[in-house]
């Protein structure tokens, strides 16, 4: 199979770079084409109709321009797939299904911590399919993170002080898992670990990538050989790309320079 059509990936910010990075990885053969949507970031805040209208807005936009998968790659989009499903008829998948099972998959004393938006949070999504596994949850709304991984240097300590800040009710939990439950949140994961000790962290681009293999694969949309035409790299943001650019210095995947894009 040769499908060299891009796999759109989305997100409100740079967040969704860390499921990107491992989709590349993961799926070296394949194209990407990300949108950082930071002229509308965050959108943990913002009423819940703003954020299914961005949702569908881009997915529309993605598959107009070619895309043959979506992955929304943000927690708090993702609870729009129903929405984004209707409005495209390519595959669309979210990292939210995926990273809750893993995380059950994985935890041995099946007590999670899922640390999200407040919107995320309150939809009760990651809960419900944690608390249908038979695990003890507790959740935290850390819209700071969003607001540290997109405006501040990663290596910033004031991370630290940000992550205890929040994290100093749950500290006493028992958990042995920790649900990276927002895309931006593993840029943290080195405070999160040096205040809450060594816990399985379960980020979302390992398990989105292995549901994306598989949608591929039943849909015979996977792109199995390298051309020429193949594992193109775009990123664009509906922001200032000198911002984006900043944001992003971490991000180590070879692409294609950042530009500008207007999606409305």
Known sequence: MLDNRPIGVFDSGVGGL?????????????????????????????????????????????????CKAIVIACNTASLHIKAAQKAVNIPVIS??????????????????????????VNSGVY?????????????????????????????????????????EAVKGFDCDTVIHGCTHFSLLEPFMKAYLGDKNFVACGGPTSAALENILSENNLLCLQKTPDSGLIDIFT???????????KWFKAGHNQVKHIDIE
């Open 238 to 248: 509906t922001g200032d790309t000198q911002k984006a650019e900043s944001a992003m």
């Open 127 to 167: 809960a419900q399919i944690l608390l249908d596994g038979g695990a003890e949850v507790k959740q935290v709304a850390c819209g700071e993170f969003v607001d540290f991984a997109e405006n501040y240097d990663i290596n910033d300590p004031i991370g630290a002080k940000i992550v205890a800040d929040k994290l």
């Open 95 to 120: 990292v939210i299904q995926p990273t809750a099972k893993y995380a059950l998959e994985t935890s041995k004393n099946k007590k999670v911590l899922v640390l999200a938006t407040k919107a995320t």
């Open 18 to 66: 860390t499921v990107l990075e491992t989709l590349i990885k993961n799926l070296p053969n394949e194209s990407f084409y990300y949108v950082a949507d930071q002229g509308h970031c965050p959108y943990g805040p913002k009423p819940l109709s703003y954020v299914e209208n961005r949702v569908v807005t881009i997915a529309r936009h993605m598959q107009n321009i070619g």
